[in-house]
């Protein structure tokens, strides 16, 4: 369960989010990561990691503390590059598996699972729109064990997808000015890929060095929930970056599974939180929580109606789950014979299980309190973080927009928008 742990922090060593603590660009790995060689075990590698990540979660949560040494150890597993394709010497993993693996993650600490979501995108996007030499850099630095962070989204734009963030060419270079937020992974990464235009309005990704120069990633990631993720902001001033880096995307132009892939793993995160949530409630009920007076039951957990609720937050649970691996594997199907059709299947079922992740997720979370009781709510628990983190990740992206496009999917033909949203 997740009791907050009384190990004693060195905060002169360990960096918090929301901090004035400095944060150096973290080096390179010293040795190649691991590389996975199936399905199979990139699954076992992440419940072995999950056991050990989930110890000190709550505590991490408490603090603010950066997962600076969780990061290390699980993108030496060889996890941060299970979707490089075999051609390029990965394993490309079936989406269905990534998605699970990043469930099990985010079950044990979703913050830190949150940090991967950018950087397997970013693989995605590199295989959809990466010249072959672009591919063999950026896949052999995943390969490699090299995190890439993420310079996405912007605090003052109208929408989530218009970027004020501009790329200018220059001879064999190109150099970025702009300013980014939500910028999940940056601080603890190798490589910051940063998204911006032209002045022709194409829309560039640009791999940036965490260190380059006019390149600052702040630590101010202020919100009540995935605190850890440490999802600040980012300040690029006249960056330069060698023109080979620049990845010109495409692959909102013309139907790919780019949406789907960004949006299964949002979703994943939050089937990992409802599922951490209703075991925590489950250990919580059997192990603290007393029977209400009027049940006539001896213990909390033959209280008829808690046992008809955990029924019912495990049968959600695993409906969100089932429809996780069909989208995931909608993707695969998606991925390997791209058609409008089978890419607009695969964004329609990651959209439903989308709906379904969010809702259970949010439901779990609140639950957890109203069967474990008052005395779950003590800090010396630390169990408030789950509703935290299912509240503020959910919000990524509005799942009434999800209703919707299903909808009008199903009842009109209409094939759903494409964006990295959707």
């Known amino acids: 369960m997740g009791t907050v742990s009384e190990t004693k922090i060195d905060y002169t060593v360990h960096p918090r989010v929301n901090s004035n603590d400095p944060v150096a660009p973290r080096p390179r790995p010293a040795e190649p990561a691991h590389i996975i060689k199936s399905d199979a ?6 419940e072995r990691l999950a056991a050990r990540f989930k110890v000190d979660a709550a505590l991490r949560d408490r603090e603010g503390l950066l997962p600076i040494n969780e990061l290390d150890e699980y993108s030496q597993s060889g996890l941060w590059s299970i979707n490089v394709p075999r051609a390029y010497g990965g394993p490309e993993v079936s989406y269905a598996t990534l998605a699970k693996v990043i469930s099990i993650i985010a079950t044990a600490d979703p913050a830190i699972a949150q940090i991967t979501q950018n950087h397997l995108a970013i693989v995605a996007t590199v295989d959809l729109d990466g010249t072959e030499e672009q591919k063999e850099l950026f896949f052999g630095w995943a390969l490699q064990g090299l995190r890439y962070g993420n310079a996405f989204s ?20 190109v ?19 940063i998204v911006g235009v032209d002045e022709q309005g194409q829309g560039f990704l640009v791999f940036a060095e965490r260190d380059a120069p006019g390149l600052t990633v702040t630590n101010n990631w202020s919100s009540f929930g995935q605190r850890t993720t440490a999802s600040g902001s980012v300040k690029i001033e006249n960056v330069r970056v060698p023109k080979v880096r620049a990845v010109k995307v495409t692959s909102f132009d013309h139907p790919t599974v780019g949406g789907p892939v960004s949006q299964i793993i949002q979703a994943a995160i939050d089937v990992g939180i409802a599922r951490g949530a209703i075991e925590d409630t489950i250990t919580f009920v059997k192990k603290f929580s007393r029977p209400w007076i009027d049940s006539g039951k001896q ?6 109606f808690t046992i008809a609720a955990i029924g019912d937050l495990k049968i959600k649970l695993h409906a969100a789950e089932a429809l996780l691996e069909i989208a995931g594997r909608s993707i695969d199907v998606g991925r390997a014979n791209t058609t409008l059709e089978t890419v ?8 439903e299980a989308k709906v379904l992740t969010t809702e259970i997720a949010i439901l779990a979370t609140n639950k957890l309190f109203e069967l474990a009781g008052t005395r779950s709510t003590l800090a010396e628990h630390g169990l408030d973080r789950h509703w935290r983190n299912a509240r503020v990740h959910t919000l990524h992206d509005p799942v009434r927009w999800k209703f919707y496009h299903v909808g009008n999917y199903y009842l009109n033909g209409e094939h759903p928008p494409r964006h990295a949203w959707n």
Do not use: C, M
């Open 344 to 351: 607009s299947e695969a964004t329609i079922k990651t959209g």
């Open 154 to 173: 912007e605090l003052k734009s109208k929408t989530v997808a218009d970027f004020e963030t501009k790329v200018v060419h220059d001879g064999d270079d």
């Open 299 to 304: 213990s909390a957990s033959e209280d008829l």
């Open 41 to 46: 075990e990139a699954i076992e590698i992440a």
């Open 175 to 193: 150099i970025v000015q702009g300013e980014k937020f939500y910028a999940t992974g940056a601080l603890l990464s190798h490589v910051v890929p």
